[in-house]
């Protein structure tokens, strides 16, 4: 999960820019992106964690996506095959997964910006993709 986690974040905040965008959204819910962003990046630092730490709740779904164990799909991604069991992390591996994890909010950040930036803030603005109209 470290090695896609920016891209998924990112992606997660331009979709979030893009449904706050609905008039319907807009008019009864004008801090969606702020909750719905708290929520994201809490759900996803908890899944990650998880991975980390092997928990039995997430080795069914570490199998399911081709990894030994929790922790080395939490370092590999899925991408990278690295044979890895929680107790025996070296510490070098666990300041990344620390550094890591203390940036999910700004991926977060950045794709919601980046999608704010692409379709606009309120239902009146078009943003930059509105000139491509």
Known sequence: MLLVSPLVLVALGVLVARLSKAK???????????????????????????????????????????????????????????????????????AAAVVGSMLYPAWFLLGLEAGHWAFGRSPKQTGILGLLR
């Open 24 to 94: 319907r959204v807009w008019r009864k819910h004008g801090r969606f992106p702020w909750w719905a962003g708290v929520v994201i990046v809490v759900a996803y630092t908890l899944l990650s964690l998880a991975f980390l730490f092997d928990l039995e709740r997430v080795a069914g779904w570490a199998a399911a996506l081709g990894a030994p164990s929790g922790t080395a799909f939490f370092f590999g991604s899925g991408v990278v095959d690295w044979d890895v069991v929680w107790p025996a992390v070296p510490a070098r591996w666990m």
